[in-house]
């Protein structure tokens, strides 16, 4: 079961990468966008399946962490 530990972090870690990745892209998205709303939406309706995306492989990640050590 050590391996499915690792291996849900080594998932969980790169869902946390694309959190930040997409956090990124929606600070860069309202500094081009000024005052601009219709940008900033546009910009944010991109990003949205990227960070659900994200949010999924992390929280998979971790059940497989919590069941490698619950079988461990």
Partial sequence: MDA???IGALVSLI???GILYCIYL???AKKTAGDD???L???LQKVLPMNLGALFL???GLMMVVVGVLLG
């Fill in 4 to 6: 499915l530990i690792w």
């Fill in 15 to 17: 869902g946390l990468g």
């Fill in 26 to 28: 929606v600070r860069r």
């Fill in 37 to 39: 709303d219709g940008i």
């Fill in 41 to 43: 939406r546009d910009a």
């Fill in 58 to 60: 992390s929280v998979i």
